[in-house]
């Protein structure tokens, strides 16, 4: 059967080479390359780095196909191979020699003017304030109240975002097979005018986290997903949880997780 295959590459000399190469290869070996993104193709390949990689699953909503990255930037964390692997890729696809890694994703609710908008992350939802000020936030786990966070903001991750921001906020990295989200505090103030938690705190699938604005002045909210942001001038309430959508990146072999931890941070 033959494998219809997509390919989402950034800009930069190197990225287009590789893309030029594995295109050639792939053509040689009898894939069909599709001239554009389709939700019914077979493998979506990324060339880039981390960013390129989330560019691509925003831009096409999450595809359900499977993805494999081709690490052209820097870290490189969900990418998969190097250019020079072009022909260990095709050998594994082709033979069927790779597994896929679910991944889940984060979302947000937020409740303004009466409306609902819904953004959804792989790797984590912010919640801060606008132009550099500090926020003041009711914070509920379950529908139980834990406390008034005052401070930059929050940051909430899935396992997979737990390396990226969240990991720089010193958060814990978590193993993508374990099913929690991650809360971490942004410069939280502790003080004896505002007492708040100053470490992350872990939340099962099953639970979420409400938030009501506690600001008297500007009530004002950035939310950030992946690095895309909206701002919200007023904002009631919002929910932080799981969300159903899913990606599922293709894994060789020898893929292990905390052996890319090690080569990528120690």
């Known amino acids: 059967m033959e494998k219809n295959i997509c390919i989402y590459t950034n800009n930069t000399h190197t990225s287009l080479n590789t893309e030029r190469i594995l295109k050639k290869k792939l053509d040689n070996t009898g894939f069909n390359i599709l001239p554009g993104y389709c939700d019914k193709a077979d493998?979506?390949?990324?060339?880039?780095?981390?960013?390129?990689?989330?560019?691509?699953i925003h831009k096409y909503d999450f595809p359900q196909m499977p993805i494999i990255g081709i690490n052209t930037g820097h870290l490189g964390f969900f990418q998969e191979i190097m250019p020079a692997q072009l022909d260990d890729l095709i050998f594994n696809y082709s033979h069927e020699q790779y597994t896929l890694q679910p991944l889940s994703t984060v979302k947000i609710d937020v409740k303004s003017e009466g409306r609902v908008y819904e953004h959804t992350g792989l790797n984590e939802v912010i919640i801060r304030g606008m132009d550099s000020y500090s926020v003041h936030l009711n914070m509920s786990i379950g529908g139980s109240f834990i406390e008034r966070f005052s401070g930059d903001g929050l940051l909430v991750a899935t396992?997979?975002?737990?390396?990226?921001?969240?990991?720089?906020?010193?958060?814990?990295?978590?193993?993508?097979?374990?099913?929690l989200l991650q809360v971490t505090p942004m410069a939280p103030m502790n003080t004896t005018a505002?007492?708040?938690?100053?470490s992350s705190i872990l939340l099962p699938s099953e639970l979420s986290l409400g938030i009501i604005p506690d600001m008297e002045q500007d009530a004002s909210i950035c939310v950030v997903?992946?690095?895309?942001?909206?701002?919200?001038?007023?904002?009631?309430?919002?929910?932080?949880?799981?969300?159903?959508?899913?990606?599922?990146?293709?894994?060789?072999?020898?893929?292990?997780?905390?052996?890319?931890?090690?080569?990528?941070?120690?």
């Open 225 to 266: 997903y992946d690095g895309y942001s909206k701002e919200y001038p007023t904002v009631e309430e919002m929910t932080v949880g799981f969300s159903d959508t899913k990606i599922n990146l293709m894994r060789f072999k020898n893929y292990d997780f905390w052996t890319k931890v090690k080569s990528k941070f120690l």
């Open 194 to 198: 505002y007492r708040a938690f100053t």
């Open 43 to 56: 493998l979506l390949v990324c060339i880039g780095g981390d960013g390129t990689f989330l560019e691509a």
């Open 159 to 179: 396992p997979a975002g737990s390396t990226a921001y969240n990991y720089s906020l010193g958060g814990s990295i978590v193993d993508p097979r374990i099913n």
